[in-house]
């Protein structure tokens, strides 16, 4: 059963960083290509960025290219997110999730089922 915890929101000034971190257990984590999405308050979920298995392959939404970098390192079963040059308009819930199936690794492929508890993070003007 695969398990993800999020951690390393918090609230910061427009201009400012963050560094997000993700641990999975109960699914072979480096078999899986890794997201993250987010929710805005009283919007949709929006996908930001996808690495693939090894790690060497990543994407990233228009909205924060340039300025997030994912990472992962599957010694520690651990996805990242780094957050530079925050933007109020990124304030939402942040949320890792893994492909729904090993085979998987578009911008859509996601399991939502996967994803925790989410992090907060808060960017003010």
């Known amino acids: 059963q695969v398990q993800l915890v999020e951690s390393g929101g918090g609230s910061v000034q427009a201009g400012g960083s963050l560094r997000l971190s993700c641990t999975g257990s109960g699914f072979t984590f480096s078999s899986y290509c890794l997201y993250w999405v987010r929710q805005a308050p009283g919007k949709g979920l929006e996908w930001v960025s996808l690495i693939n298995r090894g790690g060497g392959t990543t994407y990233y939404s228009d909205s924060v290219k340039g300025r997030f970098t994912i990472a992962r390192d599957n010694a520690k079963n651990t996805l990242y997110l780094q957050m530079n040059s925050l933007k109020p308009e990124d304030t939402a819930r942040y949320y890792c999730?893994?492909?729904?199936?090993?085979?998987?690794?578009?911008?859509?492929?996601?399991?939502?089922?996967?994803r925790g508890q989410g992090t907060q993070v808060t960017v003010s003007s």
């Open positions: 999730a893994a492909a729904r199936d090993p085979l998987y690794c578009l911008t859509s492929q996601y399991d939502l089922n996967s």
